[in-house]
């Protein structure tokens, strides 16, 4: 057996992640460790949804509304708890700042505290759960900064180069892992057989163009002009073609995997858009940014913008660099003619 297949086999996530450090410094090992939980997190969940059609009280939804205002899927309360279950006694984090939240989860007194704060969206497109369509879960980790006076984790209103990973599972036809440390974006794939997570893509890097464009045409009335303008463009040009699937983690995989563009604008009404900062655009910032690409919001590198709250939204351009500067460029245009 060809040894590379051999080791490809055995690169499970928590090596890849002490390879990255190439050492055993304490940061290097608390990573690791912080990735296996997160393995282990998406392992439950890639579990229940397996079997979500067959056991009750997974489909459908609980009758809450959320800090969103968005009504809450019994999977989002049971994967945001597996997520807080798998941290709570790990000693690598002091929070857990989720979109199911209003305020972070702080690690009660009597469990290990970790310096690493993880935000997360445990479960996004929630609505495809029960129509067995891809859903994902999107995380970033941030060092404790500063302090947490007010208890309202105001340390964390940071921009996005202060992440110091992020990645998301994407649960499909296979769970697949995507990470980066800032060393690079790298993919693994769930084997069910192993229980493990396996090394499938190093480097991964996104094409400069792509085919794809992906966003939601039924708001575009609510659109600014810019991006109706945008929208006509690739109607007419050759070479464009459509995918969105209503789950914001499968249609970014398409785009980093085939090239193209993601856009969730911002309207009229709503001109910050419906995405979150911190545990949405912000991460996948972090990666596409990893991957060669480019995430805006319109006119703004994504990386750069600071929440002025932890559940901020922000309009969301991003994937391949020349079709985001291309919809950057009809912004600009719309804006020179005033
Ligand atoms: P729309 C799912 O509710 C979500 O948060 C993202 O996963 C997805 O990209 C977006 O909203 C879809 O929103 O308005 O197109 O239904």
Redesign the pocket.
Known sequence: IPEHSLDRDCTTLSRHVLQQFQSFSPEAQDLSAIMSRIALAAKLISRRLSRAGLMAGVLGFTGEVNVQGESVKKMDVYANEVFISVFKQSGLVCRLASEEMENPYYIPENCPIGRYSLLYDPI??S?NVDINLNIGSIFSIRQQQGEDLDGQASDLLQDGRQQIAAGYILYGPATILVYSLGHGVHSFILDPSLGEFILSQENIKIPEHGPVYST?EG?FWQWEEPFREYTRYVHRHEGYTARYS???VG?IHRILMQGGVFL?PGTVKKPEG??RLLYETAPLAFLIDQAGGRASDGTRNLLDIVPDKLHMRTPLIIGSTEDVKLVESFIQDWKRRG
């Open positions: 996004d497109g609505s939601n708001n209503g789950a914001l249609d969730y419906k995405l």
